[in-house]
Each structure stands twice: as C-alpha cells, then as structure tokens.
C-alpha cells in the first residue's frame, strides 16, 4: 500500500435529509444497498432491509451529496440513479429487466434518464442482432453492408442525446453527459509551405480536453467520468516525460483551486499516481507534488503522521532522481581496503547493491556477468557491487566461485546509510551513471541496461 493510498479523502456534505423507497418485483433479495461513486470506486453508504410490503427503504437525516448512485442487490445486480436536488424518491422495477422496468416517482430527472436508458437498451439490442450477423458475413462487401445496417442507430442515439441536452440543460445527468463527450478538434491548418500542420490537432485536443467539464462542480467526482477523464489525461494525452507532466499538472490543478474538493482529489491523484509509478524517473513528478502542495500545507485534508511520512519519502526521492548527481559512497572492499565511488573514472559507473543469498540476485548477477565481460571495454564502464548481505564469508565465496572481476565491496561498512539513501529495500537494484556520477538511469536489469547503452552510444 502506498503513502496516499493509506488516506480517506472521500466525504459527504449537506444539509436536510434523503428518503429512496426500492421496490425489485420478483426479488428474493432482504436485503439491498446504497453505494456512491467516488473516483474509480464504489462506497457503501446505506442498507435497507426488505420490509412487509416488499419495498426497501433508504433514508438519512443529511441530504445526499449529487452525483451517481447505485442501488446494489444481494446477488450483485444494480441500477443508478441520479441524485441531486430531488431526494424523496421511489423506484419501482422488476428483477429480470431492472432499467427496461424501471418506473420512477418524485424525480422528473430520474424519469428522463430513464427515458434515455430504455431507449438505448433497446437500441443496443437491435445493433447486437446485427453484430451477430458479422460472423455470417462472406465477404468484405457484405461486412461493410452490415456496417452500414448499424450507421442509423447510432445516428438515432446520437440525435436523442443530442435533443435531451437541448430540453433539459439544467439537469446534472446533462452535465455528466457533455462531461462524458470528446472535444471536437476542427481539420489542421495548412503550414506556409503548403502542408497540414501535423501537430496541430494534437495540441488541439490537449488544450482544450476539458473544455466540456465543469472543474467548479464537484457532484463530477461522485460519477465514473471526472476520474476516467483525469486518468485518460495523464495516461494518454500528456507526453510522457516528467517535465511535462509536471507542467501540465499545474495547469490542471489551476484550474480546479477555487474547488476544494476537486483540488483535493486531482492533487491526491496525480501524487498517488506517480509515487507508485513504475515507470523510470517519473518519482519526480511525485517529489514536486509532495514539495509543492504537501510541504507547504496546501493539502489541507492531510493528517500530520501521512505528511510526515510523504515528506520523508519525498526527501529520500530527490537525491536519487535522474540527472541528479549519486550521492558519495564508500565502502571496504574483501581486504578491508575502502574504495570510494567517486574516484572511479570510468565513462559510466553501474552501480549494483546485491546480496549473495538472493534467489533473483543468482539469477540476474550472472546475466550482469556476462555482459560485463564482453562490453565493459567497449563503453568504459565499471561496476561498483555493494553486497548487502551480513554473512562475510558467503559473499568471498560467491565472488570466487563466480569469477566477479569488478569492483566488489560489502555493505556491512559504509560512509552512508544506503539503504534509505539509495532506496534499497529489495535486492538486486542496478543504477547507471555518467563519468560525473550524475544518475542516468535507475532499477535497471541487465537487459534493459543492455538496450539503454546501446541506444545512448548509437552512432558513436
């Protein structure tokens, strides 16, 4: 588990009170649940027992936060319903055919969404009969022919979706509807010498993705879609590479900062995200979060043992990011000679911490082997082994026994504690350096050590 995956930051707020009254023909449930969406998950907000009219009965003394519901079965089925300013509600449906079914009381927009469902369950179906005829299809002309079969119905729900915006734009479903849309990117402009710019709808779409979301509006959060679109942003639409992570990062959470919990749950999301990344070097993006909205106290809903905790993961990240020069190290070599990092002058430096009774260890040591000897000449590179394990004599073995012509020191004796230094908290860990201990690359093995050399030296 992670620092932030360890905090609640989900809450509920309002004033007055809720009361949904469920009625499932056909049911042989006693029980039924109330859940909310909050970010990609589902929380449990209330139970109700069957009752000697058969209905179940939610009801709270706070009005319910909006957003979208889930009114869950004991055998896992469930519908949705939307929850915003109407909260005396009643839904009547049958077990086989909950949404088809559906008959709603005291919510004129639960009654339109309904509209919509049936309409698009309908719809769906109609498109799967022809679907299923595509394995029929004895060629290219008559698969292209069903496709054109299938060109109408969603025209259809296209148009219907189209006029439910128009007839009811003040309801909340219409906002998780537009919310839910993609951001129309008009045709490249033509560059001077006569050719369509092609980065043009790129840059488009990134600047303008969240056009059709309302960062003021934090019922988003209590649906599937403001996490699926934050998530889709920095997934898929941002380049990866840190720096621009960062940047566009900032730009988002500029956006959202006069909404307290919107602020809250895209600050949480983007550190959660990139402290547990396992993509090289972009730990960074979760030391300049941590450094910049948890440090300095922006991150109000912290409690002072998780920021304490961040702080010092944060503080331990920074001197081992890429770019960053290696912190010094010195270590006692099998006589007891200390050999300092620093002096080594090779062009690169890979640094190895290892221990001689790992099962990985014994499996990716001789890879490392292997490769040193028929490349270190070739790009003037030394390894440095620390050998974490306590045991003196098993480590001299094993460097005999396996022929570890490097440098070989142990950890048992060191000017640093490498552990929290280097973030050593499993074994083997290779980092890369340059002739000026600056770090390159980082939880590297062997083969991928192989393909980045070989991709920084091409040519040379």
């Not at 769906?124 to 008559?142: R, T």
């Not at 997934?235 to 909404?259: F, G, H, S």
Request: net charge positive; hydrophobic share 35%; proline share 3%.
């Amino acid at each position: 588990m992670t620092l932030l995956s360890a905090v609640s930051i989900h809450g509920f707020s309002g004033k007055g009170g809720y009361s949904i009254k469920v009625k499932i023909n056909g049911t042989k449930d006693t029980v039924c649940y109330l859940a909310n969406y909050y970010g990609d998950k589902q929380y449990l907000k209330d139970t109700a027992f069957i009752n000697k009219k058969g209905l179940f009965l939610f009801t709270g003394d706070k009005e319910l936060q909006g957003g979208i519901y889930l009114i869950v079965t004991q055998d896992k089925n469930y519908f949705e319903i939307i929850i915003d300013k109407e909260q005396n509600l009643s839904f009547e449906t049958n077990a086989g055919s909950l949404v088809e079914s559906m008959k709603v009381e005291g919510s004129s927009e639960n009654t339109a969404f309904y509209d919509y469902l049936k309409m698009l369950a309908k719809k769906q179906k109609e498109i799967k009969v022809i679907q299923d005829s595509f394995k029929l299809a004895k060629n290219h002309q008559d698969t292209v022919r069903l496709q054109g079969r299938i060109s109408p119905y969603s025209k259809e729900i296209f148009n219907y979706k189209t006029e439910f915006l128009k007839k009811y734009p003040d309801y909340f479903i219409s906002k998780v509807f537009i919310a839910s849309k993609d951001v129309d990117v008009p045709d490249a402009p033509l560059l001077p010498d006569g050719k369509k710019d092609d980065k043009f709808q790129y840059f488009y779409f990134k600047n303008h993705y969240w056009d059709n979301v309302d960062l003021h509006d934090d019922r988003l959060l209590f649906t599937p879609v403001f996490h699926n679109k934050l998530k889709q942003f920095f997934d898929d639409v941002v380049i990866q590479i840190p720096d621009t992570i960062i940047k566009e990062a900032d730009k988002l959470i500029d956006k959202v900062k006069d909404n307290k919990e919107l602020f809250k749950y895209v600050v949480w999301y983007i550190t959660n995200t990139y402290e547990r990344s396992n993509y090289m070097g972009f730990d960074a993006v979760f030391v300049y979060m941590a450094e910049n909205y948890y440090m300095n106290n922006k991150a109000y809903w912290i409690t002072p043992s998780v920021l304490e905790n961040i702080t010092k993961r944060a503080n331990r990240l920074k001197n081992i990011l890429i770019g960053v020069r290696a912190p010094s190290l010195a270590n006692p070599d099998s006589n007891e000679r200390w050999v300092f990092m620093d002096t080594m002058s090779c062009r690169y430096t890979i640094l190895l911490f290892w221990d001689s009774d790992c099962g990985h260890c014994k499996i990716e040591i001789p890879k490392l082997k292997k490769y040193y000897d028929e490349n270190k000449l070739k790009y003037n590179f030394e390894v440095y082994s620390v050998c974490t394990d306590a045991d003196l004599g098993r480590w001299k073995k094993y460097i005999r026994e396996n022929n570890l012509n490097w440098i070989n020191v142990t950890g048992t004796k060191s000017n640093v504690d490498y552990h929290d230094v280097y973030d050593i908290y499993s074994t083997p860990v290779i980092y890369l350096l340059d002739r000026n201990k600056k770090i390159l690359a980082k939880r590297l093995d062997t083969e991928s050590l192989k393909k980045y050399l070989e991709q920084v030296n091409k040519g040379k």
